[in-house]
């Protein structure tokens, strides 16, 4: 008991924030899929915060990743990585790293869980979301899809800028360009802030070596007295 009670002291951190970031990323993620149909789109905040529910099968912020095969390969690293970052965290912990850089890290890690929850367990919990029907939990006839098989839910769209490339822009002179056009979920937000915050403070999370240097000996110099000689007649 008192083994258990040291390691939550010494380990709240990244405890206490990838337990807040799974909550906080699960409940959008299910209060979307089981109140919206796919490709619902819910204005926020004027035409630039945006609930715009879509699911994905690969990578973050809406990209994919080489099908079937790739969604595999995807997960299986996504868990390879979540492990190794659970001892990362482990190790930097016993090491005693910077409060923020620990943080930063779980944030991550938290991210990537997240993600990894979406592609292991939503195929099977979850009836199939379309663009007419909302998902049902746990249905009768099964999910839509089996274990490392679900898809990713995203919602958050932020088309801040809309315009266009001048003319003289390299290959994509004319062409409409949208920023930020990317939709995702609280997961991505998570791993992109931990990643943000470490390249803004890496000289503050970087431990200074200390170099002993040994201390220099004061050399009394020898001051020579002047030889009185007699001079004899």
């Known amino acids: 008991m008192f083994h258990l009670k040291e390691m939550l002291q010494k380990y709240k951190i990244p405890l206490l924030t990838v337990f807040l970031v799974l909550f906080i990323d699960q ?9 919206y149909p796919l ?24 990209m994919e990743f080489g099908g079937d095969y790739g969604k595999i390969m995807l997960s299986v ?9 659970i001892l990362y965290i482990r190790y930097i912990g016993k090491k005693g790293e910077h409060p923020g850089f620990i943080f930063s890290v779980s944030l991550i890690l938290a991210g990537a869980i997240g993600n990894i929850l979406d592609s292991a367990f939503y195929g099977i919990l979850f ?3 379309d ?21 990713v839910v995203d919602m958050f769209y932020f088309p801040i800028i809309n315009g266009t490339f001048p003319d003289w822009f390299p290959f994509w002179g ?23 915050v470490i390249l803004l403070f890496q000289k503050r999370f970087i431990k ?3 170099f002993d240097t040994p201390k220099e ?17």
């Open 131 to 151: 663009e007419f029907n909302k998902a049902v939990f746990m249905p009768s006839d099964g999910g839509y899809a089996s274990f490392l098989h679900g898809r």
């Open 208 to 210: 200074a070596e200390v």
């Open 174 to 196: 004319g062409e409409p360009f949208q920023f930020f056009r990317h939709i995702f979920n609280f997961a991505d937000a998570s791993i992109s802030c931990g990643v943000g």
């Open 217 to 233: 000996e004061s050399t009394s110099e020898s001051i020579e007295e002047p030889n009185n000689t007699s001079s004899t007649n």
């Open 39 to 62: 490709g619902e789109a819910v204005r926020v905040c004027g035409s630039w915060f945006i609930l715009h529910f879509t699911e994905n099968p690969g990578m973050a912020f809406g």
């Open 127 to 129: 009836s199939e979301s």
């Open 77 to 85: 690293f996504r868990i390879l990585a979540s492990i190794g970052g």
């Open 27 to 35: 409940f959008i993620k299910i209060y979307i899929k089981l109140n």
